[in-house]
T-cell receptor, first 110, second 111 residues
Framework: DAGITQSPRYKITETGRQVTLMCHQT?????MFWYRQDLGHGLRLIYY???????DKGEVPDGYVVSRSKTENFPLTLESATRSQTSVYFC?????????FGPGTRLTVL | LAKTTQPISMDSYEGQEVNITCSHN???????ITWYQQFPSQGPRFIIQ???TKVTNEVASLFIPADRKSSTLSLPRVSLSDTAVYYC????????????FGGGTRLMVKP
C-alpha cells in the first residue's frame, strides 16, 4: 500500500538506552521530516532531509541522530534516551506543496 | 522564518461557519500560507494552501488580503467531526524549506 509508515507505534525504554524509530514512505518523495509533539503542544521539527545522504537540523536536534541511505527510509535514533525525550514522534514526507504524515510513534522514556 | 500568531482555542456549534485568523506580519515574497488539521492521536493533514486572494476546495476556503500579513481559514457549516487543532504555516513550501507549526488553534464544535 502506498503511504508513509512508522515503527514501532509504541515504545517504552529506559534512560540511557539507544532507540531507533523507523520511517518508510512509498512515494519516492525527496523531502522527509521528523517532528516531535509533546502533550498539548504543537509540532517541533527535529531533523529533515532533502534527499538521500542530505540531512539538516531543525529546531530541536540535540540528542538525536538521523541517516538517509535510501530515499524511502529516514530512521531517527536517540543515542542515549532521556526522560525529556518522552513524546510522540511524527515522520513526514513532502510532495510539491503538501506534507504527508505518518501515524506517529509514542515513545516513553522511564 | 515567518512567525505566525493564531488564537489558542475557539468554540463553535454544529452548522455554524467558523473563521480562524492567522497573523504573519513578516511573510516573505515567496512564502505560501498553508493550513493543516490534526485530530487527536493522528498526524496533521493538509487542508488548503494559498498565496493571495481566495482559494476554495471541498473542505475549506482561505482568504488572504492584499498585504498578505494575515489569512483566514473558513470552515462552512462545521460538524462535530471538525473538532481538531488547526495549524497555520507560512513558508516557501515549493523550495522545501522547513516550516514551523506553532501551537495551533484548538477548535471545539459543540452539538
Amino acid at each position: 500500500d502506498a503511504g508513509i509508515t512508522q515503527s514501532p507505534r509504541y515504545k517504552i525504554t529506559e534512560t540511557g538506552r539507544q532507540v531507533t524509530l523507523m520511517c518508510h514512505q512509498t512515494w519516492s518523495h525527496s523531502y522527509m521530516f521528523w517532528y516531535r509533539q509533546d502533550l498539548g503542544h504543537g509540532l517541533r521539527l527535529i531533523y529533515y532531509s532533502a534527499a538521500a545522504d542530505i540531512t539538516d537540523k531543525g529546531e530541536v536536534p540535540d540528542g538525536y541522530v538521523v541517516s538517509r541511505s535510501k530515499t524511502e527510509n529516514f530512521p531517527l535514533t536517540l543515542e542515549s534516551a532521556t526522560r525529556s525525550q518522552t513524546s510522540v514522534y511524527f515522520c513526514a514526507s513532502k510532495s510539491v506543496n503538501e506534507q504527508f504524515f505518518g501515524p506517529g510513534t509514542r515513545l516513553t522514556v522511564l | 522564518l515567518a512567525k505566525t500568531t493564531q488564537p489558542i482555542s475557539m468554540d463553535s456549534y454544529e452548522g455554524q461557519e467558523v473563521n480562524i485568523t492567522c497573523s504573519h506580519n513578516n511573510i516573505a515574497t515567496n512564502d505560501y500560507i498553508t493550513w493543516y488539521q490534526q485530530f487527536p492521536s493522528q498526524g496533521p493533514r493538509f487542508i488548503i494552501q494559498g498565496y493571495k486572494t481566495k482559494v476554495t476546495n471541498e473542505v475549506a476556503s482561505l482568504f488572504i488580503p492584499a498585504d498578505r500579513k494575515s489569512s483566514t481559514l473558513s470552515l462552512p457549516r462545521v460538524s462535530l467531526s471538525d473538532t481538531a487543532v488547526y495549524y497555520c504555516l507560512v513558508g516557501d513550501t515549493r523550495a522545501g524549506n522547513m516550516l514551523t507549526f506553532g501551537g495551533g488553534t484548538r477548535l471545539m464544535v459543540k452539538p
